[in-house]
């Protein structure tokens, strides 16, 4: 899906690849390496709108990007040796490479590339999308849209009612469910009006056709290039709910790890983790529940001064909309840090 926004990001990373620039200020601007995020790596079409074309990218991108990084001179490094590495100022060129959610095609599709490459890598489960008591809404919203032709759902003072019979109106309609759902629905009411609607069927949703199942999560832990970190108990916006449900979803998902993992993990990545969705008060609350690392989607490569914000990491989306390599070049160069960030290099909360 193309629009004006993301044509203008293609250029802007573009100019910055092909002037010269991106190269020219990497040695300046990205000196202590970044943390990649992604979250599908399939060759499988699971937007059927291209609504969610951005959280997927191809395997064969993934190989041609760590072959890139590679030939570039970086390190592959788990979340353990870069916090390490940061606290004793030696993280220069340093990768550490992320995937939220737990995503199954994380074990079938990608696991044998990061092998390939002896590329360590951190998975940030959220226990209720793996056990199935959550369905991720934004797939299930974009299912229900594309499969139908006309819409009406209920909303507190009406109902919403819309007639999508091709693709574009089909995509307004996506957008219009997912802003209401987002912007109206309380964090705890979502997935009760996603079955209210029908977009989630209690008696058909199978949570392991779309992620890995706790025995594929156990069996991941155990490989030697795999940490297994947190992402709260519902993939709930965290600076939505109070501060005592936000405790709960960050120890709450942590706790049902510890009990199916045998283990606790270390390293947080907050839902959403924009500005909207993880500040100071998440960033104390990965703190005091003990974790060691909490990293955000806020787009910024790592600085030495990271050392003393380890729980507001920033991190570059690997994003599907951009699969080139002098788009992640240009992103990974620091460059872009301070534009998409209101002139600031370092970034945190």
Not at 230 to 247: C, F, P, S
């Amino acid at each position: 899906m193309i629009d004006a926004r993301m044509m203008a990001r293609k250029l802007m990373l573009g100019g910055a690849y092909w002037s010269g620039a991106a190269a020219l200020g990497r040695p300046i601007l990205a000196r202590a390496g970044a943390i990649l995020m992604f979250h599908r790596i399939t060759d499988q079409i699971c937007s059927p709108l291209g609504v969610n074309d951005h959280l997927s990218v191809t395997p064969g991108f993934l190989d041609a990007l760590l072959d890139d990084l590679r030939g570039q001179g970086h390190i592959f490094v788990s979340m353990d040796e870069l916090l390490d590495a940061l606290a004793k100022g030696r993280s220069r060129n340093l990768i550490a490479i992320t995937a939220d959610d737990g995503w199954r095609d994380n074990l079938t599709e990608a696991l044998p590339i990061f092998e390939a490459y002896d590329a360590p890598f951190c998975i940030y489960i959220a226990s209720g999308l793996t056990s199935g008591t959550v369905a991720p809404w934004w797939e299930v919203l974009e299912e229900f849209v594309a499969s139908r032709d006309r819409i009406s759902v209920p909303i507190a003072d009406g109902r919403i009612e819309l007639d999508c019979p091709d693709l574009s109106s089909k995509r307004r309609a996506a957008d219009r469910l997912m802003n209401h759902l987002l912007g109206q629905v309380a964090e705890a009411d979502q997935q009760a009006w996603l079955r209210s609607i029908g977009a989630v069927s209690p008696d058909s949703y199978d949570p392991a056709t779309r992620f890995m199942t706790w025995e594929e999560v156990r069996l991941l832990q155990e490989h030697r290039l795999c940490t297994i970190g947190a992402h709260t108990v519902h993939h709930y916006n965290l600076r939505r709910l109070g501060i005592e449900d936000a405790a709960h979803e960050i120890s709450g998902g942590t706790d049902v790890i510890e009990m199916q993992l045998g283990q606790r993990p270390r390293h947080l990545a907050f839902p959403y983790g924009s500005h909207r969705a993880a500040g100071v008060r998440e960033a104390t609350l990965a703190r005091e529940a003990g974790f060691a690392s909490a990293v955000t989607t806020r787009h910024g490569v790592l600085h030495p001064a990271h050392a003393r914000h380890v729980h507001a990491l920033p991190r570059v989306s690997v994003n599907g909309y951009y699969q080139r390599l002098p788009y992640v070049r240009a992103l990974m160069s620091g460059l872009i840090t301070p534009l998409a960030n209101g002139g600031k290099r370092l970034v945190t909360v």
